[in-house]
């Protein structure tokens, strides 16, 4: 159902598949369609932690990897709409571009967490996190280590 302010593609992105991907594993959580949080913060708030399962073929290249340590978790909103350039998010400030928003819906369905290990059993492949707002099964196309010296801009200030 569209909202006042939205605009569509005229096509479905999904068919127009130019990349290949692989699904490296996938993210065991509580939530489904209807009950997830809207956000990662939000997540956080339920005290909700998560796992991620990967193929086992993967478990090597989780070495290196500590608990407490933050990571990024790259997944595919799989289940996700695909074709809003414009939306109006349900938390107000009107009608904004797919591209200000953190939303599921964008022609690419790619969702970016950044999470903290709880757990690690790099034998089985399985990383216990603190939170995700991703639903049950979502598939996971990479993990990537958290560096602040590499992730947070030069001299940049939230409050700025």
Not at 111 to 135: F, K, N
Not at 143 to 153: L, R
Request: overall charge negative; cysteine-free.
């Amino acid at each position: 159902m569209r909202r006042e302010g939205e605009i569509a593609l005229p096509f479905d992105p999904a068919e127009r598949i130019e990349a290949g991907l692989t699904f490296i594993g996938h993210v065991r959580s509580p939530w489904a369609k209807g009950t997830a949080p809207k956000n990662l913060r939000a997540a956080r708030e339920t005290g909700r932690g998560a796992r991620v399962e990967l193929d086992p073929a993967y478990a090597p290249a989780l070495a290196g990897l500590e608990v407490g340590q933050a990571i990024q978790l790259i997944y595919w909103v799989d289940r996700g709409e695909r074709d809003l350039l414009v939306q109006t998010p349900a938390h107000g400030r009107g009608p904004r571009g797919t591209f200000a928003l953190r939303s599921p819906v964008r022609p690419n369905p790619i969702a970016l967490g950044t999470v903290v290990i709880t757990s690690l059993d790099m034998p089985a492949g399985v990383i216990g996190i603190d939170a995700t707002d991703a639903w049950d099964g979502t598939p996971v196309l990479d993990i990537k280590p958290w560096i602040d010296t590499v992730d947070v801009p030069p001299g940049w200030r939230p409050d700025a």
